[in-house]
């Protein structure tokens, strides 16, 4: 990562009721994500909202 550069190595995924995902954001830290994830899921739709942490890669592996 280059100087001056900011981490956001927290995701919120939406999974719809026909199992498609997306990735809803990203964040700094996991408790920033999980408050939007919290308060997307509570609408009563059939949408899931989960907190994943990706790598420095970008693609949810750890170097």
Known sequence: MSEGAVSLPWIVIRQ????NRYRVGRYAT???AQKTADSLGGHGREQLYWVE???QNGD???N
């Open 60 to 62: 949810g592996t750890q």
């Open 16 to 19: 719809d009721d026909n199992g």
């Open 53 to 55: 942490r990706i790598g």
């Open 30 to 32: 996991r408790a920033e």
